[in-house]
């Protein structure tokens, strides 16, 4: 029988996880125990036997150790472990328990041409170069013949004069069909196919089982991603799923900055805005990426608008059935400080919920006969209380850097994001602030902050883009272009359904390169 034109390799990554290569592509295969692991690459190899119409030769690595492992289109398989060798292809320096599995019989044309070595249950001895071992079973005897030989039969290899014989071996070793001797004088172990095997008898106290924890383990969603774009997606939906290729790199890439907006948090995190200019993008930003966190990670993702005196975020935000801010929950936040006395669901009287966003916003003063500010003190008081509510707080800021809540706002930061639209004058502003804040001590968290350019039109200065770029790129931790969209143009409240797809790609790149700080 022929070769398949394709050689893939098994990488046990720990004794439930492994990794099938085949050509360019990897597949993640899981289970519960060493056992089920085994017979799901055994099946992952047979479908690509079945789909090559013959035998396929997989060579398994485990650690620094290697050995053929062969797979035919009807399922049945040898699994050489005797033939263990090194990267350097030397025979391996200590013996590995065999993988045992049913095996059905091989005609000889398809059986291998080397003889069985059976491995030895103590003080192992590899086998010469010459005489490579294959592990394969053997039908059983004729009916009323015992389909059993005691372990304690000596085992005899024959035609194999170099390999030493043992005196015990594992039930599971076996010789070639061909070469198997009368039952009336056994040269070997012998075990039939269909033969029951008898049970392990263990202490319970050392029995490892599967529990709760391997079974959740292995659910779908460890499953390789099935594609929905492109010609991927195309063919999948075509053949109903029977072909179901991997995303392509455009897909994957938005999946794999998806994972890491959607990460597991181990408290809450608030992320700051920044840019002491007026127009640079800072409220548009706020909401984009509000709206972008609370879509991916199904909410409690608070936009909240941080001006001393009036900022524009409620403006921008959908309307919402009241019109209370920032001020009238510091009035009331006495209520909140005790959890056994409020709720988030109380919070709905002050925060306006952005239903298909997922995300809250808390409005500043919108009263222009006020005279009441928001100061360091306040906006501390505030950020206690909302932090028990909320994951994600994501802070928009004022002009005014020298004002005591700004100041207030970056302390409470564990992450910054610097905002300027492709312009000489806003962009100006933003490496002003940054020189400002590294002489106030934030020296740390300049350096991991993540810097937003926004196209001011739909045909920007590319030159002073990529300007731009360079000089924020040495002092920030990373830059992010997002695209020119008309849907933001009017300054009205976002429609987020509006966007494009490219402001959509953009703003999640954003998020995950934040998210990946957090």
Do not use: C
Request: no cysteine.
């Amino acid at each position: 029988m022929g070769t398949a034109t394709f050689e893939p390799t098994v990488h046990y990554t720990s004794t439930t996880v492994a990794q099938i290569h085949v050509g360019g592509e990897i597949d993640e295969v899981f289970a519960s125990t060493e056992e089920a692991l085994r017979g799901r690459i055994v099946e992952a190899i047979r479908l690509l036997a079945a789909s090559a119409g013959e035998p396929v030769t997989a060579t398994v690595v485990d650690g620094a150790v290697r050995w053929p492992l062969i797979v035919h289109p009807d399922g049945s398989f040898i699994e050489a472990t005797a033939l263990a060798e090194t990267e350097d292809g030397e025979p391996a320096s200590a013996s590995r328990a065999l993988r045992t599995g049913e095996v059905p019989v091989l005609d000889a044309a398809d059986a291998p041409s080397t003889e069985a070595v059976v491995a030895p249950a103590a003080a192992p001895v590899p086998a010469p170069a010459p005489s490579p071992a294959v592990e394969v079973e053997v039908a059983a005897p004729s009916a009323g013949e015992s389909g059993e030989v005691p372990a304690a039969a000596a085992p005899v290899a024959a035609s194999a004069p170099d390999v030493p014989v043992f005196e015990s071996a594992p039930a599971e070793a076996s010789v070639p069909r061909e070469s198997a001797p009368e039952a009336s004088a056994p040269a070997g172990p012998l075990r039939s196919t269909t033969a029951r095997r008898e049970p392990t008898l263990r202490d319970p106290v050392q029995r490892v089982t599967p529990t709760v924890e391997d079974l959740l383990g292995s659910r779908a969603d460890r499953v390789k991603p099935r594609a929905t774009e492109g010609w991927q997606g195309a063919i999948r939906r075509a053949t109903g799923g029977a072909v179901s290729p991997r995303p392509g790199k455009a897909e994957q890439s938005r999946l794999d900055r998806e994972r890491l907006v959607q990460r597991r948090l181990d408290g809450p995190r608030t992320i700051v805005v920044l840019n002491p200019k007026g127009g640079a993008h800072k409220t548009t930003s706020t909401l984009l990426l509000a709206a972008t966190f609370g879509t991916q990670r199904g909410g409690a993702t608070l936009a909240w608008d941080n001006n001393e005196t009036r900022g524009t975020l409620g403006w921008r935000a959908q309307n919402a059935p009241h019109h209370r801010t920032a001020v009238d929950l510091l009035e009331h936040l006495d209520s909140f400080a005790e959890p056994s006395q409020a709720s988030l669901a109380a919070l709905d009287t002050y925060v306006r919920t952005q239903v298909d966003a997922r995300f809250d916003v808390l409005a500043s003063d919108e009263d222009a006969a006020a005279s009441s500010s928001i100061d360091a003190a306040a906006f501390d008081r505030l950020h206690g209380v909302l932090s028990r509510y909320y994951r994600l707080l994501i802070v928009d800021t004022g002009n005014n850097m020298r004002a005591s809540n700004w100041v207030a706002a970056v302390a409470a930061a564990d992450q910054l994001v610097i905002v300027s639209t492709v312009r000489e004058d806003t962009a100006a502003s933003a490496a002003w602030l940054l020189d400002g804040l590294r002489e106030k001590g934030f020296d740390r968290k300049i350096d991991d902050a993540v810097t937003i350019l926004a196209a001011p039109s739909a045909k920007p200065d590319r030159k002073l883009a990529e300007r731009l770029e360079r000089h924020f790129a040495q002092v920030t931790g990373d830059v992010v272009h997002v695209p020119f969209d008309p849907a933001l143009v009017d300054g009205g409240p976002i429609d987020f359904d509006a966007l494009s797809p490219e402001s959509r790609d953009a703003w999640l790149s954003v998020a995950a390169s934040i998210a990946q700080r957090l």
